[in-house]
């Protein structure tokens, strides 16, 4: 399976993005709905962080850094999930990058065994 994340641009402050995670190659057993999926980001110099996580059954979960300002979301006949990112800040400057897992536990980066190759999100002042 592929994942291919995209929709990453340079906004300003105050501005929206949303991001794309669409799954393509997979087996028969290997459905896009069966996994849980997440989407982290890097900034320079920084350690992958969690962003925020779409179970199979449609529970998200949120970073605090981004509660309320993005929004997961999973449309499994095109096997495609999305980051609605509002408000953006400086701070949420990153490669943001998609991943899914088979796993209950949605926050860890190890827990994820495929990952996409990642978008740049560029956000000025």
């Known amino acids: 399976v592929q994942l291919q994340a995209f929709g990453g641009g340079l906004v300003q402050a105050g501005d929206s993005l949303r991001l794309s995670c669409a799954a393509s190659g997979q087996s028969s057993g290997h459905s896009f709905s069966m996994y849980n999926m997440g989407w982290f980001r890097q900034a320079p110099g920084k350690e992958r962080e969690f962003v925020a996580a779409i179970s199979w059954s449609g529970d998200t979960v949120y970073a605090d850094s981004v509660k309320g300002r993005f929004t997961i979301s999973r449309d499994n006949t095109k096997n495609t999930m999305y980051l609605q990112m509002n408000s953006l800040k400086p701070g949420d400057t990153a490669v943001y990058y998609c991943?899914?897992?088979?796993?209950?536990?949605?926050?860890?980066?190890?827990?994820?065994?495929?990952w996409g190759q990642g978008t740049q999100v560029t956000v000025s002042s």
């Open positions: 991943a899914r897992n088979k796993r209950p536990r949605l926050i860890e980066a190890n827990m994820y065994d495929t």
